[in-house]
């Protein structure tokens, strides 16, 4: 533990030893940097710029050590706000390689990750968490991990009520992420920033929480991978990534090519039967035109109505007239 020279929330020098090492990630817009600011005691923002509107403000890692006082004990806290996932002027590389970063401001070790989330868990902090555990981190960084939902409304964080909501959130987010079963704490706070006296008490009962459990949830150190190794993580995704790419693309000219030929076979069949159909026609009125052509049958057979009644006459026998004689 530090004797910090310095009073609370106030910045102690860069190379203080630090007690207690937090990284503040997630989702830009989130509202990690009011974390850092509220963790630092600073509820005015005036420690780690937080945005105002749809664009990410924070560009890079920022990292700055203050002091907290708890228990009667002072204790160094180094706190390191990050560039926010799903940041819509950077590509997911470039967000990546700026978290690398975090291999070398985090040498030393972190003792949690705070991932910071806004209302209802989306799909977007579901990749953000992915891309946390998987290419900055490793996935045992789970266990050093706690989830908080920020802009938690007032009447779920009243005493009698915020344990049953934080647990129904903690269900919330299992179902939509299992991986998070490996996360075992979650928090729900709120930090509005309109600078209001009951916007101000907010940010001060979650700095009272943030405090209790970044002091009080003390493990070991997780040491994160070296900024050389994140990077040819980074490197071997962004490869097998274009590798897949190139097969979708090749997949997608063959289909297209496929597709053209059966549609070229397709027209030569519709011409051929259309050719056929018109053949056919021309030798049917042929055969109609030679039908009417055709001589009437020599004896032409007359309808039965029409036919006149023979007669049998009687033949007449030739009468042998005997010569008298005189
Ligand atoms: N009402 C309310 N406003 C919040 C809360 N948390 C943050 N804000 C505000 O939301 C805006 C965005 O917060 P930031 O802390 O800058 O968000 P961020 O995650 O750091 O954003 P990027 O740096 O862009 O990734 C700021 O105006 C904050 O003051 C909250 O719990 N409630
Ligand atoms: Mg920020």
């Not at 309109?194 to 970044?214: C, F, N, Y």
Request: charged fraction near 30%.
């Amino acid at each position: 533990m530090a004797t910090a020279a310095c009073e609370d929330g106030k910045e102690c020098r860069p190379d203080a030893k630090a007690d207690r090492v937090i990284v503040v990630a997630g989702k830009t817009g989130n509202g990690k940097s009011a974390m850092c600011n509220v963790a630092a005691g600073r509820y005015d923002g005036s420690l780690f710029p937080e945005s105002n509107g749809p664009a990410s403000h924070t560009q890079g890692i920022t990292s700055h050590s203050v002091k907290v006082a708890y228990g009667g004990q002072d204790y160094v806290l180094k706190i390191v706000d990050t560039i926010g996932f799903a940041d819509n002027r950077f590509s997911n590389e470039q967000v990546l390689r700026l978290q690398a970063e975090l291999g070398n401001v985090c040498s030393e070790g972190i003792h949690q990750v705070l991932f910071v989330t806004k209302g209802r868990f989306t799909s977007e902090d579901k990749d953000s968490l992915n891309s946390l555990m998987d290419v900055v981190f490793q996935p045992d960084v789970a266990k050093f991990c706690t989830v908080i939902r920020t802009w938690t409304p007032a009447s779920e964080l009243a005493d009698g009520s915020v344990t049953a909501k934080t647990d129904a959130y903690k269900q919330e987010v299992i179902r939509a992420h299992f991986r998070v079963n490996e996360i075992s704490t979650f928090l729900m706070v709120s930090n509005p920033d309109d600078g209001s006296p009951a916007s101000i008490q907010m940010r001060q009962r979650s700095r009272q929480k943030l405090t209790e459990h970044i002091i009080l949830h003390y493990r070991s150190r997780y040491t994160p991978p070296t900024f050389a190794t994140i990077t040819a993580r980074i490197d071997q995704r962004i490869s097998s990534a274009k590798a897949k790419q190139d097969v979708a693309k090749k997949l997608t000219e063959q289909l297209k090519t496929k597709s053209e030929i059966d549609e070229r076979q397709r027209r030569d069949a519709e011409a051929r039967n259309k050719e056929l159909a018109e053949k056919n026609a021309a030798v049917a009125k042929k055969v109609e035109a030679a039908k009417a052509q055709q001589k009437p049958p020599s004896r032409p057979v007359l309808a039965a109505a029409s036919m006149p009644i023979v007669k049998k006459v009687p033949v007449v026998k030739k009468l042998k007239i005997k010569k008298l004689k005189f």
